[in-house]
């Protein structure tokens, strides 16, 4: 079973930054994606980035060149560094992890899922 969980949201202005961390506990397998996902109220979750287990990342378009996805296998840690924030990049993040994943950035591929850390970017 594996645990995830997140930290780093807050509140800021548009344009400033926020470096969210997600803490991974319970695998020892490589072969695992791990994504970044948000959602907004009212709004369905979407994906914004993810990790493929050799090391590839894919980004939802409106997030590229902004956001960039890391993961370090020594600390078990995922990193999602978001820059030039904008109003609607203001949701719950979650990350998740999962195996043997199609389609990277859709959440219905992944099975374990943190509790979530909110962002809000004030205009």
């Known amino acids: 079973q594996v645990q995830l969980v997140e930290s780093g949201g807050g509140s800021v202005q548009a344009g400033g930054s926020l470096r969210l961390s997600c803490v991974v506990s319970?695998?020892?397998?490589?072969?695992?994606?791990m994504g970044w996902f948000r959602q907004a109220p009212g709004k369905e979750r979407e994906g914004v980035a993810s990790?493929?287990?050799?090391?590839?990342?894919r980004y939802t378009d409106s997030v590229k060149g902004r956001f960039t996805a890391s993961k370090d296998n020594a600390k078990n840690t995922l990193t999602l560094q978001m820059r030039s924030l904008k109003p609607e990049d203001t949701a719950m993040y979650y990350c998740?992890?999962?195996?043997?994943?199609?389609?990277?950035?859709?959440?219905?591929?992944?099975?374990?899922w943190g509790q979530g850390t909110q962002v809000t970017v004030s205009s």
């Open positions: 990790i493929e287990p050799d090391g590839r990342t």
């Open positions: 998740a992890a999962g195996r043997w994943i199609a389609t990277t950035l859709d959440s219905l591929e992944y099975n374990s």
């Open positions: 319970g695998y020892t397998d490589s072969s695992y994606y």
